[in-house]
């Protein structure tokens, strides 16, 4: 593992070029401890996505939450185009439409999750989420306090091939491997701005907080930032991180971005 001095170094938001804006056609975000406050939605980050799509962008949420969530935010949110749940398997368009994007959700698979899921669930003593219940392709629980990135290596160690253990700032996810929130990301626009998945690295900048948006991080190196709270969870993300980072955390460094890309492009040419 690289060493700290050796990790890239995060830089404030307000050193990204405006010329990085000007071309951009999808603001992507996660929801949980991003875009929301203490576990809601701020009317402020409602009024934000409505005037990103009156200067003609995409808002597309990519999220850990499960897919009756994800088909609830698509079809209520507004200006919001698409919603990618459970970490990239599965996505609704605004209409509320469903795409698995993951593994064939056959019995084999199921037993196969449950069992996998369970095994990470009695060794570490955790607590199945609330919201588990509504989940497709991934089984959820509650992350507990003091639970670190030497913790994260040791879930992994306890499933099977096929099969992956990620973290998110809230929840601990057993999950299939091999598919990840930048796949669903990416799969969950082609129907709806083929323009930008043609050329994702100029036409998409992601805002994420925590360790579950690594894959995003990776996939948008100059086109990522991170919220003020993803400084807690560095250690997971290894030189997975952020090209750029706010000064407010969760929703307050979400507005930050917003309120900049807006200003960049009502004042473009």
Not at 3 to 8: F, M, R, Y
Not at 153 to 163: E, I, K, N, T
Request: aromatic share 8%.
């Amino acid at each position: 593992m690289p060493s700290d001095k050796e990790l890239p170094k995060l830089q404030p938001l307000a050193a990204m070029p405006a010329s990085v804006f000007t071309g951009l056609r999808v603001l992507a975000a996660d929801i949980d401890d991003t875009i929301t406050a203490g576990g809601k939605l701020p009317a402020r980050t409602l009024a934000l996505f409505e005037e990103l799509e009156a200067v003609g962008l995409v808002v597309a949420l990519v999220t850990g939450r499960p897919a009756g969530w994800a088909q609830a935010l698509a079809g209520y949110l507004p200006a919001v185009r698409l919603v990618v749940g459970e970490n990239g398997l599965v996505s609704f368009d605004g209409a509320g439409r469903r795409r698995d994007l993951g593994p064939l959700r056959d019995a084999t698979f199921v037993r196969a999750l449950a069992d996998n899921a369970e095994r990470v669930a009695r060794t570490f003593a955790l607590a199945r989420t609330d919201d588990d219940t509504f989940r497709l392709f991934e089984r959820a629980f509650v992350r507990p306090a003091g639970f670190d990135a030497d913790a994260l290596r040791g879930c992994q160690q306890l499933v099977d091939q096929g099969f992956e253990v990620i973290a998110s700032s809230i929840h601990i996810h057993v999950r299939p491997s091999g598919w990840d929130k930048a796949d669903g990301l990416l799969a969950g626009l082609a129907p709806i701005l083929p323009a930008a998945v043609a050329d994702p690295e100029a036409s998409i900048l992601f805002v994420g907080d925590s360790s579950n948006d690594r894959p995003l991080f990776a996939r948008f190196p100059r086109t990522s930032v991170g919220v003020r709270n993803v400084m807690s969870f560095l250690a997971e993300l290894g030189a997975d991180r952020p090209a750029y980072i706010t000064e407010g955390e969760a929703a307050a460094g979400f507005a930050e971005v917003a309120q900049r890309l807006l200003a960049v492009r009502r004042h473009a040419p």
